[in-house]
């Protein structure tokens, strides 16, 4: 079963420009959860998707969103880029939405804001 | 408010040696605790979990942890790391019922082994 896959993989923007990203989710799994990884912050949760709902949001601000497509694909999107969100962004996928549930991570997409 | 502590930022032990990571959680009730792994431009690699029932887990690649209610505890150990060890290690909780997607991490410790 193929994994979590994300693109791209790298990614270089200005200041002001927004940025999509994309992940694919493990086939069956319905949640796809984002997570931004920065060396000061450490891992911080973005918000998780089930069935096209989004289900849980993080304490990031409204430029930051997301949406899930019939297909449990999802895309997360940054408008207004800043220099603080330079990050490798991590998609994570599990079979339902339930805490018990193992999210599997992709290898994150590595956004650098100039 | 909710959190997980990692009390060390960097590790290093000889190949061969024994290793333990240390992760102390901070909620209300027992969450569901996770390690996971991280090499350099790598995604995350769940080593193990810890939901109910025995305390002693066993995971992945030789490794275990130890659910230690008393401490709010939840440490990794390895009875002899490889080179192959040296990455960085992140703890894990979600709340016990709630919605999963909420992983809140620990900021992590990061492993070196010398040969």
């Known amino acids: 079963k193929a994994g979590v896959t994300q693109t791209p993989r790298y990614l270089i923007k200005t200041r002001g420009q927004q940025v999509t990203l994309s992940c694919s989710p493990i086939?069956?799994?319905?949640?796809v959860s984002w997570y931004q990884q920065t060396p000061g912050q450490g891992l911080q949760f973005l918000f998780e998707?089930?069935?096209?709902?989004?289900?849980n949001k993080g304490n990031f601000p409204g430029r930051f969103s997301g949406r899930q497509f019939s297909n449990s694909r999802s895309e997360m999107n940054v408008s207004t880029l800043e220099l603080g969100d330079s990050a490798l962004y991590l998609c994570?996928?599990?079979?339902?939405?339930?805490?018990?549930?193992?999210?599997?991570f992709g290898p994150g997409t590595r956004l650098t804001v100039l | 408010a909710q959190s997980v502590t990692q009390p060390d930022i960097h590790i290093t032990v000889s190949e061969g040696a024994s290793l333990e990571l240390r992760c102390n959680y901070s909620?209300?009730?027992?969450?569901?605790l996770f390690w996971y792994v991280q090499s350099p431009g790598q995604g995350l690699q769940l080593l193990l979990k810890?939901?109910?029932?025995?305390?002693l887990v066993q995971g992945i690649k030789g490794f275990e942890a130890e659910f230690k209610r008393s401490q709010s505890s939840f440490n990794l150990r390895k009875p002899s790391v490889h080179w192959s060890d040296a990455a960085e290690y992140f703890c894990?909780?979600?709340?016990?019922?709630?919605?999963?997607?909420?992983?809140?991490f620990g900021k992590g410790t990061k492993l070196s082994v010398k040969p």
């Open positions: 994570a996928s599990s079979a339902r939405v339930s805490s018990g549930d193992t999210q599997y």
């Open positions: 086939s069956g799994h319905r949640s």
């Open positions: 998707y089930f069935s096209e709902t989004q289900r």
């Open positions: 909620y209300g009730a027992t969450p569901y």
């Open positions: 810890y939901f109910s029932g025995d305390t």
């Open positions: 894990a909780a979600s709340n016990y019922g709630g919605s999963q997607g909420n992983l809140i």
